[in-house]
Nanobody, 123 residues
Framework: QVQLVESGGGLVQAGGSLRLSCAASGRTFSVYNMAWFRQAPGKEREFVASITRYGGGTNYADSVKGRFTISRDNAKNSAFLQMNSLKPEDTAVYYC????????????????WGQGTQVTVSS
């Protein structure tokens, strides 16, 4: 199965941008639909965005629609989350997840996860 490693998190001021990366290894990346979730302290892990195997379909949480863009590069075994116009409420640990069938928005439907990368947005 695939192993996932996130990177690109950090501290940014409100209104700024960050680009998260999720590097995959261990199995053909293109068999997996990919998703990003986030978890703030004391809150449940929530869906952010997902993308189908070849990038033809994307889905976003309402809270990030118009600000975040999910993409992937199967040749580089990577998925990305471009985050613009960041707000303090976007502060969380961001995780990428993989699944071969479907693009559910519940975290419990995913079994393959990275270790997470911290994103902190200051006001």
């Amino acid at each position: 199965q695939v192993q996932l490693v996130e990177s690109g998190g950090g501290l940014v001021q409100a209104g700024g941008s960050l680009r998260l990366s999720c590097a995959a290894s261990g199995r053909t990346f293109s068999v997996y639909n990919m998703a990003w979730f986030r978890q703030a302290p004391g809150k449940e892990r929530e869906f952010v965005a997902s993308i189908t195997r070849y990038g033809g379909g994307t889905n976003y949480a309402d809270s990030v629609k118009g600000r975040f863009t999910i993409s992937r590069d199967n040749a580089k075994n990577s998925a990305f989350l471009q985050m613009n116009s960041l707000k303090p409420e976007d502060t969380a640990v961001y995780y990428c997840a993989a699944r071969q069938i479907g693009n559910p928005t519940r975290a419990s439907d995913y079994k393959l996860w990275g270790q997470g990368t911290q994103v902190t947005v200051s006001s």
